[in-house]
Structure formats: C-alpha cells, structure tokens
C-alpha cells in the first residue's frame, strides 16, 4: 500500500502543472487568521495545568514536545494518505478510520470542530478548488463523514498541489503554533518567550517529522497515552478558557 501512494504521489507530480497562484492558497492555509476555530483549543493543555503536570516554561517545552510526538504518530499518517490521494472515496474512508481510532471524546469531538470549520472555510475562501466545494456539498448532513481535522487538511492539501512533506510538516507546524498560542493565554509565558519556544521546538519538531512521515494508517498509533487520557478530563474542569 505504501508503494502504491509513493507511486501516485510520483505521478501527480508530474501530472499537474501548479499553478503559481495556488502558492498563495497554500501559504493561506497556514496563516492564523483564516477562521477554522484553532485557537478554541489548548489541545489539553489547560486540563494538564489544573492537573498540575504542568507549572512553568519548563514543563510546558517537555508538554509541547510530547504533544507533537503524539501528533506525529497518530494523526500525520491520516496527513499523507489525504495528501496523496485527495478524493472523495479516499476521505470518506479516512474520516471512518480515525474516527474509530480516537478513544478520548473530547479530543475527537476537537477534531470533528475543527475539521468540519477547516472544510467551510476552505470551501468558501478556496475558490479556484471547485471540487472541495463539490466534495463538501455532498457529505454536509449525509452522515458519510464526520469531518476529522486531519484528513480534511490532507484533502485541502493535496487538492491545493502541496507535496506531502510539506503538508505533513504544515500540520505539525499548526498543532506547535496553535498549544504554545493557548500558553500564553493561559500565561504560562509572555509574547516573547513563546516566539523563542516555538523557534527552540522546531528543531525537535522537524525530527519528529522525519520520524513519523510518509507512513500508512495501519502504523497510526499513540505514544503518549497520558496526554489523551488528560485531555479527556477537560470537561471537568470547573471554570474552563478552552473547548479542549
């Protein structure tokens, strides 16, 4: 299967001429100002703080490296195989997979917020992607879907002429971007220091690209069962900031 999708990736490449235009698209995707709902998410950091596993800047790099290694092995698998193969079959297949996967419901009911506003956004602002629109329309209220954050990126990705290495680090870059933004409104460290985290991590966060890139969703696993488990304390909370 994994030959199968280095050889479609192969072909694609040389099948679609990409239009410099779409660039923009794609560097779109990525800019923090496009309305998908990341920033609701502390992707069960702020449960983590009420737990008191986390106390400081400390804590929070161990955290957040913990929290792209577990990106990494489960989610980035759902990443290439999107990326690779961007149709509605292949979508659908994926969405019921991880679905099945996620055994912490509020981390899947995360996903399913978070993908489900990624593809309306998407559908609206990516014009020149009739297809996406298309693959939307046909699954909004039929049940086939439930929307997982990772394939629709995959999806949005692929469609959008973006190599799967780019796409599956793109995704690793987002979850970064998106818990260390959740940290400083939880003021576990200010503006600054969370600029010189993000540029510390990275370094670790590209090893853990190459790590877990390029694999089939039959190898999508959890290698940090403690952080799934305190994420899905987060509607315990008493007072919560964040949806997750």
């Known amino acids: 299967m994994e030959q199968d999708l280095v050889e479609t990736e192969k072909r694609r490449k ?77 979508w659908q297949k ?25 593809m309306r956004v998407a559908a609206s602002v990516f014009t020149e992607l009739p297809s996406l629109k298309s693959m939307r329309d046909v699954c909004v209220g039929s049940g086939v879907v439930s929307f997982h954050h990772a394939p629709v990126f995959g999806i949005i990705c692929g469609l959008l002429g973006m190599d799967s290495g780019t796409s599956q680090r793109a995704y690793i870059f987002m979850t970064m971007r998106d818990v260390i933004s959740a940290a400083t409104r939880l003021n576990l460290v200010g503006p600054l220091g969370a600029a010189v985290l993000q540029h510390r991590v990275a370094y670790v966060a590209e090893s853990m690209v190459k790590k877990w890139m390029d694999r089939s969703v039959e190898d999508a696993c959890q290698t940090a069962p403690l952080l799934d488990t305190i994420q899905g304390c987060h509607t315990y909370l008493f007072s919560r900031l964040f949806c997750s």
């Not at 923090?32 to 106390?55: D, M």
């Not at 969405?95 to 990624?118: C, F, M, P, Y």
């Open 14 to 90: 040389r099948e679609i001429n990409i239009d410099p235009s779409l660039q923009w698209s794609q560097w779109q995707l990525l800019d923090s100002i496009l309305p998908t709902g990341g920033f609701a998410h502390s992707f069960g950091l702020e449960a983590a703080i009420q737990a008191r596993l986390v106390s400081g800047p400390d804590d929070l790099q161990t955290f957040v490296i913990h929290l792209l290694e577990n990106t990494g092995s489960l989610l980035l698998p759902f990443v290439y195989s999107a990326t690779m193969n961007p149709t509605l079959d292949n």
């Open 94 to 118: 994926l969405d019921r997979i991880l679905d099945a996967t996620l055994s912490n419901e509020v981390g899947r009911k995360a996903s399913v917020s978070q993908g489900s506003s990624l």
